[in-house]
């Protein structure tokens, strides 16, 4: 059984810094990608990041790229997400997610976390 625990989220001022980690486990297969996505209430689910689990290529959303550093650890199939410059934006249910093939952002998600709650204070 596949399963994704995430942890690190939390309430930080604007413009500090959050980890975001994801632990997976049960996979047979290496041919995946993990990621994050995040949302609001009200409004869909968003794509933040993504990592390839063959050759570590990170991808990026617009809107977090350059503040944003995804991030795993294959031997522990782990995967961060260091968040920084944080923006009250930024505010959002994060989850941790898992798709085979390499597409960012994935049009279907195979696996999801439970999500953390990330909150910017202004």
């Known amino acids: 059984e596949v399963q994704l625990v995430e942890s690190g989220g939390g309430l930080v001022q604007a413009g500090g810094s959050l980890r975001l980690s994801c632990a997976a486990s049960?996979?047979?297969?290496?041919?995946?990608?993990k990621g994050w996505f995040r949302q609001v209430p009200g409004k869909e689910r968003e794509w933040v990041s993504g990592?390839?689990?063959?050759?570590?290529?990170?991808y990026y959303a617009n809107s977090v790229k350059g503040r944003f550093t995804i991030s795993s650890d294959n031997a522990k199939y782990t995967v961060y997400l260091q968040m920084n410059r944080l923006k009250p934006e930024d505010t959002a249910v994060y989850y941790c997610?898992?798709?085979?093939?390499?597409?960012?952002?994935?049009?279907?998600?195979?696996?999801w976390g439970q999500g953390t709650q990330v909150t910017v204070s202004s």
């Open positions: 997610a898992v798709w085979y093939g390499n597409y960012y952002p994935p049009n279907y998600v195979d696996y």
């Open positions: 049960g996979f047979t297969s290496d041919d995946y990608a």
């Open positions: 990592i390839s689990s063959s050759d570590g290529s990170t």
